[in-house]
Each structure stands twice: as C-alpha cells, then as structure tokens.
C-alpha cells in the first residue's frame, strides 16, 4: 500500500459551481462535513476524499471552498497538491474565484491539471462552446493553457468516465517525489480519535515518516513521537511524500497544534520570523506592493502578517517581480524553494507570491547591489553554490551541519555531498564532521590572528605572548572549535607556539637595550644577593636606579623567565636562592626530623616576615608538612 503512486488532486473554482458534488460523484465521499456546510449549502473548509484504481494508482482530493471568505482555507489546501481541477461551472463561466483560484495555483508552482465544466444539464450545445472559448481564454498564458477541458454533469452523470479517466491519465504522469528529504507535514486538520488521542493531518510534502519517528511540532517546540500513520483510512508502517498522512501523536493535546504547523523530524527546521524571498505581483493587481506594505503571508497550511522591505526599490508594479525580505509577525516553519501566497490587509485580495529564498536571513547593513547579488546567487545557484553562499555568510563562526541543513531544502544525505564536493575544490573547510567554515573565512581569521600576534609582540615587546581566549576574542570571536583546529595547524607549522594559555609567534624573541639589560641584571643581582631575605620589587628597582612595583615590565620578565619567583603576594625570591634554601631546609628536617618557625629563622638568620611566608610556600609546593607550629618532610 505506502509503495502505491498516490497523487494528489486539489479543487478550485468559484462558489456554487459544483467542487463538492462532483467529488462526490467521483468518491462517493460528501466532503460538507460541518454541520453549517450542510446548513448553508457551501463548502467553509477543506475536504478530503480519496479514488483507488485498479492498477494500484490512489488519488486523493482535497476539495476547497470557493467563498471569497474563505480562500484563506484554500490556501492551506491546495499548498501539497500535484494537480489542480479548476471547476467552472457552465451556466455562470467563468466567476471571481474562477480567476483567483487559479492565480494562486499559479503561483504555488503546481505544474498541471484540468478543468472540468460542470452541470452541463443546465445549457444548451451552442452556450457550452460560447463557455468553452471564455475558459480557453482564461487559460491562455497559465500553467493550465492547453489542459483538458472536460464537460460533466454530476446530476445525470455525464462525462464522469471521461473525467475520471483524465484524472488518472495526468495522475500517472506526476513525477514520483524524492524521498531523500527533510519529512514536513504542513498540518491541515487537527482531531481527536477515541482511545487514541491528537490525530494530525496533512499532505507529507517531502521525505518519509515512520512509526516511532521522533517529531516535532513546529513553531511550537513540541516533542513527540509518532504512535500511529494511516494514509486514507488504512494503517501503515511509513508514509511518504505525496500522500496525504495523518499522523497518531504520542503525548501531545488536541489544543496544543493548530491548522499552520509543521510535523517534522525534531531539531530538523527552524522557525523564523525573517524570510527573504523572490516576490511576484499579479498583473491584475489592485496597486502596486509598497514598502513596507503589510500583507497576508501564506505558505504551507501557515497564514502570518508580514511586512515586505522591497530590495532596491520603493514599490513593485503590476506584472514585476524582485526580491524582497518580509518581516512575520509570528514564526513560520518552512524552507527555502517552498512557495508562498500574499493578499492584502483589507480588503483581501491575492496579489502575488514567490519563491523562499532563506529562512535565516543574515543582517544586511549592505547596499542593494550586493543584496541583489547574493539572493541573485540563492534564487539561481546551484544547490553547491548555495551552501558555499551560507558558509560566507557565516564568516569566522563557521556553520553546523544542523545550521545548514535548516536552511536549505536538500536533506542530510545531499547536504554532505555537498559540503565535501566544496571541501574538494577547497571551498570549504571542515572543522570536524558537524561544523564547517568557508575557505575565505579560514583564510582570514588565519591572517588576522597572525597579524594580531605581531601588532601584540610590537605594542608589548617584553611580554612573552597573549592569552588565548583574548586572541580567539580579537580574532572575530572564532568558534572554539575552529579556533583550536587553526593554531594547531599554525603550531605544526611552527609559525605559533603556545604555552599553556599562552599564545606567541614562533619568531618572537624578547630584545631588551643595553639600558634594559642593565636594570634586569641589577635587580637579579640583588635578589640573588639578598638570598632569603629579599627586598620589595621597589627597593629592588630603586637600587637599579627605576621607580616602579611589581608591575613593571622588566620585573615582570624575570618573572616570566622564571629567574623570580612569586612566593607569596609582592614577596618573591631568586630562584636559585629558594632552590639553596629548600636544600638546607630538607638537610636540616633529614637530620633533625622536625622544625619549628624559631629554628627556621635561626637557619636562615631572617625574620619571621620570611620565615612564616618561605614554611607555608614549602608546604604549599608539598615539601613540608604542617604539624601543629612545627614542620616535618613529607614521606614519600
Ligand atoms: N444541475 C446541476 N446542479 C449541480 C451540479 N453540480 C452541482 N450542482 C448544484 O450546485 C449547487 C452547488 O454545488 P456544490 O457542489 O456545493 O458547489 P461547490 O463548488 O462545492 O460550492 P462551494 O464549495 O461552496 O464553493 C448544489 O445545489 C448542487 O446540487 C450539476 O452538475 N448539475
Ligand atoms: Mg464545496
């Protein structure tokens, strides 16, 4: 059963000219099913019914309401069909959503369908050819000129066969979708079954979906999985893209999913409430789309205010197409190449639509040119030249894989062919398998992070490198992962060395002047020579003929040099005379076993100012250890 063709059929015509009866006619299904349908004799909202032929062939029909006031209902129909059935009915013709119904159809990109010119029981021969020729001019220039024209009755039955027979002719024409797709289910229907719990339904646009899958409904983060799938009326294992699903949701409520959201594998899509986008105006437009204009935005089963920022000009004319960027007033589900419907505020009339060029916009202070030219690049690249376009927008914070893939429509498998055909040709580079940077990206965060090595070893020339993180931070803010892979690579080049959190070129060497030289060696000297009882940085310098403190920058590099070392705050010693006074001290402790702080300072002839700080430094380095005042050797 799921390895049937299925094929979906969507109605569309104008109010009273007979969709659902010839529905029924061909199914046996009234797709009125509302109480105020049946009341008032109109289709308000969608409808589903469903043909099975012989040769395994399943078309299912979505049936719209033809109601100026409710296109809104099919709009969320029509947006998964193959095929569209225009119905005109022959004693009125041609009709307002005769016309509109079939400028949406257009610009939803359905490829093919028919017509059929119905309750041709009420005219005459001569006036149904009188309506033939306004219908063939209607169609003249549209997806649908030169599509069969089938005249029925669903009163007497006449022309069923024929019509059915040409639905199931154009049916098997409708090429078979590819299945390697992200899964989305732009939700219709939304009910609850008995003993079962939420039922959604939709038209699978893409891809696959199976029991147990773990989904998401979109914009609303719900995690779910799916416990049930039928596609009309039968259960089964998978569904796939093309047949209208209804999916069985583990743990969700009735009230938590509406008509407009998007089943999808969880963490798959993102919502956005940015698109840019290529925008149509319909040449029998009212007026022309401003700046700005809030419209109706429609894609999927979605409807959201939007506001349209035109690229590059003020206002788009009847006929015209451009590129534009709406601003959603709520988050919508959906990816780039889906397409969309846009009506005005008020009163509502469908003026136009276009093509989903991004989901995630970047934020372009640019001028319109370049604009131009990279949505210019996303509406006609191909889908390689695209990916590359998203990494180099990306810059130095690289793309993840996940990133990219909500971003475009081309699903996992496709996705990494096309990230290592651009790793091939060295477009790309891989960070690890998840995350990925452009080469120009790399490129430049390579240049930058070398040349803020140099700027810092010329502003701080006695400093033996810069932190890590503050040269990640410089450089862009580069992702972790990138950052650690790039100064690697430049470490095994051997331009970089880093040491511990410290990062310096390889050529960098500390230069001091003669004058430098001169104070450096001073104040060793006198550490050295005061041995365990040193002096303050200051009197060390002062002796050397320098004001300053510990700060300084030359007493700062014999600290990095470690000929000082830090024992405790603003107390340092010469390392070579804390190595002298920790082999006395362990001879001493060998011998006597124990010492108190009255026998330190007799063996080193200081005061306790030193002898309390140099005990506390040897137990601290693990030396010593501390028994009440006294100190003995740490075993082992
Ligand atoms: N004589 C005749 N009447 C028809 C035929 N088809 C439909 N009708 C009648 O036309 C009226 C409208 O039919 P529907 O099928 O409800 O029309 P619809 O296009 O579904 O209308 P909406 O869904 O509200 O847009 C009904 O009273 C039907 O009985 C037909 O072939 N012959
Ligand atoms: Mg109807």
Redesign the pocket.
Known sequence: MADSKHVVIGTA??????????VKALTGTDT?RLPEEKAR???IDLGFAFLEEPDGLTIEIV?????ERFVKNMLAGVGGIDLAML?I?ADESVMPQTREHLAICSLLHIKSGLVAL?????VDADWLELVRDDVVRLLDGTFLAGCPIVP?????GEGLPELRATMGRLARAVPAKPLDQTARLPVDRVFTVRGFGTVVTGTLTTGRLALDDRVEIYPRGLQSKVRGLQVHGHGVESSRAGQRTAVNLQGVERAAVERGDVLAPAGALVATTAVDATVELLADAPRPLKMRERVRFHVGTQEVMARVLLVGQAELLQGEASFGRFRLEAPVVALPGDRFVIRTYSPIVTIGGGTLLDVDPPRFKRKAPALRAHLELLATGAPAEIVEEHLKQAGAAGARLGDLLARTPYGPERLRTLLAELQQKGAAVAVDRDAWLHRAASDKLRATTLALLEAFHAENPLRGGISREELRSRAGNAQEKVFTQLLTALEAEGVVRSERDQVRLGSHTIRLTPEQQRVIDAVEAEFRRAAAAPPTAEEALGTAGVKGTDRHELFQLLLAEKKLVRIRESLYYHAEALQEVQTRLVAHLKEKKELSPADMKDLFGVSRKYAIPLMEYFDAQRVTVRQGEKRVLRSG
């Open positions: 015509g104008h109010i009273d000219h007979g969709k659902t009866s010839l009125d004799g109109i289709t049936d719209v309401p033809g109601h119905v009915a119905t309750k041709i029981d009420m029925v009755s669903s009163k007497t």
